[in-house]
């Protein structure tokens, strides 16, 4: 079975353009979830989505968002790109029972943007 | 808010010592509790989880115990091989499951 996927796998970008980074979800798993790991550090987290709907979202500026599609895959938007921006973007989907994610979240192998 | 705090590595030990990689966490209400391990040129992966206090995760001879009246959540194996050397992330999942926090990470070097 297919894990999750990202696109691209790397990606180099100037300050101030605007980035577009996909994910597509575990067949079957409705929730996706976005990170930003810096290198030497742990993921923090940007957004939760399930069944299109926003249901988290971590301490990052406006400038990030995101959207589910219908088929569940997703995407994340930065805009205005700042140096600091520069990380692996991770993305995870996890199953939902009940309305409430079972919790266990499964990666994709990220997406390296470096902002110059 | 929520947060986790795991010990600063890197931790180096040799083949089939003793391993304890410390977390404690702040959280309200009742977390999920996980242990995510990241090999040399992998991606993140589960390693075990505990839902509820008192529960212990287990996986490829780690352990972990839900202790909520210390916060904490400690992975320990009893006799480490070369192949778990890699980076441990601790990590909590809200009530709700929908937002999840991770700890600093902590390297793990074991030699021969």
């Known amino acids: 079975d297919a894990g999750v996927t990202q696109s691209p796998t790397h990606l180099i970008k100037t300050r101030g353009q605007h980035v577009t980074l996909r994910c597509s979800p575990i067949s079957g798993h409705k929730s996706v979830s976005w990170y930003q790991q810096v290198l030497g550090q742990g993921p923090q987290f940007i957004f939760q989505?399930?069944?299109?709907?926003?249901?988290g979202r971590g301490n990052f500026p406006d400038r990030f968002s995101a959207r589910q599609f219908p088929n569940y895959s997703s995407e994340l938007n930065v805009n205005a790109l700042l140096l600091g921006d520069s990380a692996l973007y991770l993305c995870a989907s996890s199953l939902i029972v009940g309305g409430t994610s079972i919790h266990e979240q499964f990666f994709g192998p990220g997406t390296r943007l470096t902002v110059l | 808010g929520n947060s986790v705090t795991q010990m600063e590595g890197p931790v180096t030990l040799s083949e089939e010592a003793f391993l304890t990689i410390n977390c404690t966490y702040t959280a309200t209400g009742y977390p999920s509790l996980f242990w995510y391990v990241q090999y040399p040129g992998e991606g993140l992966q589960l390693l075990l989880k505990a839902t509820k206090a008192d529960d212990k995760g287990s996986n490829k001879g780690f352990e972990a115990t839900y202790r909520k009246e210390t916060t904490s959540f400690h992975l320990e194996k009893g006799s480490v091989q070369v192949s778990d050397s890699a980076v441990y992330f601790c990590a909590l999942t809200n009530t709700g499951g929908f937002k999840t926090i991770f700890g600093a990470g902590t390297r793990l070097f074991v030699k021969a």
């Open positions: 989505y399930y069944e299109k709907e926003e249901r």
